[in-house]
């Protein structure tokens, strides 16, 4: 059940619940995973609890609930999964979807979900048909799409999602890599726009393709986020103490935003640049150059 999660992912079960005893639902989430390793079972449990008025009003137990056990089996009307087939989700998936979602529901009151998972994977074609679908909500259908990164999915679908991001603790990347980026951060806040000169020497000359730039700006991210939320007296991450500090130390709560918009058009432009050095420059010179 979804508070399982409470100590994990203390947010999300926070804003959930909030939610739903609210009765604020909306028609469409993003849940940004991180590669968090509970992500599968965290987002069923998600979509359970937006489909099943037991849940809610059954503090949060759904023992013998029939509604639920059909979802276990795949067997329930108005509760619908989607995955990438291959490497795409294609249109006819998308279609197939909008055509179950206009037959007759199980249930007179129940909301009817669907997840669709590698929300990133989604084709042109198919992003197109899932926007018009999600522009045009029919009453109680909730989306609920999941990727890894946020950033991935495209500009107009995520623009209408409410989105959560989860925390991965055990960020997935070696010691060695995360002490580099410390050191890269450490760098850009404290040489400011002279890292373009420092930078290179920190990353021993080498060349740094795309992808991994791009896994660069992702942790990136994810720690100049928690810098904003040490702001707000919440973080619960000691690895990561010494160059939150470092970050605190040279920023304000606006610079912070700053440089995290900053980060997100970089991943943007990482994709279409084909000059990663120039681009690099460039980056420096925008987040270093930030009036507070
Ligand atoms: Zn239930």
Known sequence: MIDSYITEQ???IEKVK???????ISHAYLIETRNYQNADSLVLSFAKYLYCSSHSSNSNFCV???LCSLIDQDANGDFFRI???GSVIKKKQILDLKEKMMTKSLTEDSNRVYIIYSADKL??????????FLEEPENQVI???VTDNRYKVI???RSRCQIFSLINKNM???ISDFERICKIIQCLEEKKVNAIAYLPIILNNEYYTKNQWMEILIEMQYIYEQALRKLENVSFLENIESILKTILDNNTEYSLLHKLEIIHNQMKNLEYNLNVNLMLDSFIIKFCDIDD
């Not at 909030?18 to 604020?24: E, G, H, Q, T």
């Open 10 to 12: 203390p947010y999300f």
């Open 18 to 24: 909030r939610l739903v005893d609210n009765k604020k």
């Open 64 to 66: 013998n609930c029939n």
């Open 83 to 85: 995955f990438p087939e």
């Open 123 to 132: 084709n042109k074609e198919a992003a197109n048909a899932l926007l018009k």
């Open 143 to 145: 989306a609920v799409l």
């Open 155 to 157: 500009d107009t679908i």
């Open 172 to 174: 997935e990347i070696s």
